[in-house]
């Protein structure tokens, strides 16, 4: 669908409060484009109706405020939608059963609109979060990539660890919900490990470990469709995540062979933005952490928040022009 199609419309998926979403509506805003925000995942349980059909136009979607015509949508920004669920007061077999129908049937028809430029589509999203995946995408986009293992032997991880000169680190393969005695939410950061640390309960499910990188500084380049925002990170911390209070931050140039790399690496998913986490060393080298295809970044100074916002603004009003 073409970006100057008359009426057409950019759907914004993400959930009820969403400051990051709110930069980039501001914009649309001012621009006039049509925009429908919606929260499927919680709204269709609160009066949300969605009805598609196949064979002819393909059916609507009616909010609180407005009803979409699904067959005018020229992009959608899947920013941060609350979980598919069940209705409220349902429970068993019946609210897992209606879990995965809304999972299916409505994300279904949301990640199948026709004509649609997706920033990112859903499915690219989550193809793109394994982190084995990552490192193989990374080395065949000419990325650096520091010796890594995935393993759930014991003996191998402790082997492995003693082998780096500069030590190692752990790194969970996904940031799992998990909570103290108390409640309360655990964060899984990077943390050195050193191999007497390795206990037999590896062997209860796959352990990342990485060679630790005598790092200078971390970047986080943001990459929306040729545009790459690129911003140091200088931290105490061997995870520039956990005190985030401590940081400073500067815009840099990106190196040409990493803008190669970016570019191959984003084509190898068919992502539209990447959030790039590296750490570069004291020669210069930009080495590959990860990508989060979903990644934050309202978080940056102004000059640069601002500039990815207009970024995945154009890209939304664009739609397949993009």
């Not at 393909?58 to 669920?85: C, K, N, Q």
Request: aromatic letters at 10%.
């Amino acid at each position: 669908m073409s970006g100057d199609r008359q009426g057409a419309v950019v759907l914004v998926l993400t959930c009820a409060y969403d400051p990051t979403a709110d930069v980039v509506l501001r914009i649309l805003g001012e621009r006039q484009v049509p925009v429908v925000r919606a929260d499927p995942g919680a709204d269709l349980h609160q009066g949300a109706v969605l009805t598609a059909r196949y064979g002819g136009r393909r059916g609507t979607l009616t909010t609180a405020s407005r009803t979409l015509d699904l067959d005018r949508v020229r992009a959608v920004w899947y920013r941060r939608p609350s979980g598919w669920a069940a209705p409220a007061g349902m429970g068993g077999q019946d609210a897992e059963f209606a879990r995965a129908q809304a999972q299916w049937g409505a994300g279904g028809v949301l990640g199948t609109l026709p004509g649609a430029h997706y920033v990112n589509h859903p499915w690219r999203i989550r193809a793109a979060e394994h982190k084995p995946a990552q490192l193989d995408a990374a080395l065949a986009a000419g990325f650096a990539v520091p010796d890594t293992i995935v393993t759930t032997d014991p003996e191998q991880a402790r082997a492995f660890c003693a082998e780096q000169p500069g030590g190692a680190v752990y790194k969970p393969l996904w940031n799992s919900p998990y909570a103290d005695g108390d409640g309360r939410p655990v964060q899984a950061w990077v943390a050195e490990v050193a191999p007497e640390e390795i206990t037999d309960a590896v062997a209860a499910c796959p352990h990342l470990f990485q060679a630790r990188l005598a790092k200078d500084h971390d970047v986080r380049l943001t990459a929306v469709g040729r545009e790459l925002f690129a911003v140091r990170i200088d931290s105490p911390d061997l995870d520039w995540r956990r005190r985030q209070g401590l940081l400073t931050y500067t815009p840099i140039d990106v190196p040409a062979p990493v803008r190669r790399s970016v570019a191959r690496y984003l084509e190898h998913f068919h992502l539209v933005y990447g959030a790039f986490d590296s750490a570069v060393t004291a020669d210069g080298r930009w080495w590959f952490l990860e990508c989060n295809s979903n990644g934050q970044w309202a978080f940056f100074p102004p000059p640069t928040t601002d500039a990815i916002a207009t970024a995945i603004a154009d890209q939304l009003q664009k739609g397949h022009t993009a």
